[in-house]
């Protein structure tokens, strides 16, 4: 697998500002509350990125970076990472390692803390440009914490030799890292054959996770900024438990939208490396404790099967529901809608769900009752739940679970993508209603 990169074209104007930091750092910044050494530290090589290279360049290759405020929330939930050294295979320009090096002590000259540090820190990114970036806000870190430069020029290849220009999914690391930090990259990638959890198009976050966590030594860390579709997509089941047969959760958070600019929810994540690995993992780690009961103990959940636009021509002439033909917290005993279809159909009673649902919105889960006496056939951007007692007065308290604001507040913690799935609605507690 290769990890795309941004065009050089496209960083040509990065590489003015990293020249602006290099003239910055000789000049010693006049003192630790430069306006100039506060703002490259505080996050603006990630405002020049946005400024510099365009936002498509940056969403096709999944770039998105941490931020200074993401970067300290994310190690600030877990012990300073001050036992042997930290690795972020994915380093943009340094907001993850900067936020360790907050933590790391003085050696009394800069000479001498700077060798500590990079003895402490290392990181690899596909551009050179964000990897010059890295060390010389690292060094600027230095100086905001009191230490005086020397007299002669710094040698950044000499002071850390261990951040890199590099793949992350390619680069190899001895000895094994103690802590492992990252935002990886979300864009979409094709599993190589060796993947035992997935195959196809998949999001190169999860191969990060999946090597890194293989990597890192027995009772190290790796702490991850993801997307939310990791911990939540039904795609993404088996790479979860895969993750909790060699790791358990020591921290989960839940982000939200990681910028307004980025349509992406993320979680950030610790896992703590165990060994021997687990047999029996614990999926409600990704989520909430297991309440007594949920909606799945008392209805079989599907997603519609009827795809309109694909499905073939052919079987029978059915009653078809669709997500516009189904009334809110309403019910229907007659579908005027006609499909002809081979598909198996839903005898009612039963209560169709939307399938889209955003965090933004202000009711999670939008449903119908369907009741009648013939099988419908059902649109597949519905999700069907029908009663394991064939009850009309399930498909109702099922109704009143879903309207509570409760519900929607627990949803938007247990899913943060654009639309609902089988397992978020199947996992809901019945008792929230």
Known sequence: MTMRTIPAGSLARFGEYVANLRTLLREGAPGSADPRLMAALDGQPTRKVREFVNIDALRRTGTFFTGTKLAKRVLKEVDPLTTGFSFDPACGTGDLLLAVAENLPLRGS??????????????????????????????????????????????????????????????????????????????????????????????????????????????????????????????????????????????????????PRVDVDVFTATFRRQNPPTTSPNPWKWYKSKVHSTVGDHFDVHVGNVVPHRDPKHGSVRAFLHAKGAPRW???????????????????????????SSPSDKMRALGTIVLGARGVAVENHLIVLTPKEGAKKECRALLQVLKSPVVSAWLNQRIRCRHLTVDAVRCIPWHLG
């Open 110 to 259: 800069f000479e001498k803390t700077m060798r500590a540090w990079g003895s402490a820190l290392a990181g690899c990114d596909l551009h050179k440009e964000f990897v010059a970036a890295t060390k010389i806000r690292i060094c600027l870190l230095g100086i905001r914490r009191g230490l005086a430069l020397p007299q002669k020029p710094v040698d950044l290849r000499l002071i850390f030799p261990n951040i890199v220009q590099a793949d992350g999914m390619k680069h190899e690391l001895e000895p094994r890292p103690r802590n492992v930090v990252m935002n990886p990259p979300y864009s979409r990638v094709i599993a190589s054959p060796e993947c035992d959890w997935s195959e196809g198009s998949i999001s190169a976050a999860a191969l990060f996770v999946d090597r890194w966590l293989d990597l890192i030594a027995s009772g190290g860390r790796l702490i991850a900024i993801l997307p939310d579709v990791l911990r939540t997509g039904s795609n993404y089941r088996a790479w979860r438990e895969s993750i909790l047969k060699r790791a358990t959760i020591e921290n989960l958070s839940i982000v939200g939208r990681f910028d």
């Open 330 to 356: 309403g019910e229907i005993s007659r579908i005027s809608d006609r499909i002809l279809t081979s598909r198996t159909v839903f005898k009612p009673p039963f209560v169709a769900v939307r399938r889209t």
